[in-house]
């Protein structure tokens, strides 16, 4: 895992509703993700972690809770 913040295209959109606290996401990308107080996913920076670490991240949500956004096009990277 990368330690230092790149600058990344890649947005992180996070659904607290959606989430139910398995930590997956924290433990690929625990620069950009972590678990707040509510047990709820929370974000770190949108720089934490490169752009292909927050999508492994976002993938590995069993509920779909992270949506990755190009921020150069706009569009949806993950869920497709």
Known sequence: M??????TKYKVVIDKNKCISTGSCVNL???????????????????G??????????????VMAIKIINTATGETVWPK
């Open 29 to 47: 990308a625990g620069l950009t993700f972590k678990l707040e107080e509510d047990g709820k996913v929370g974000l770190i920076d949108q720089d």
């Open 49 to 62: 972690n490169s752009d292909e670490e927050k999508t492994m991240a976002a993938r590995a949500c069993p």
């Open 2 to 7: 990368n330690e230092e913040p790149v600058m």
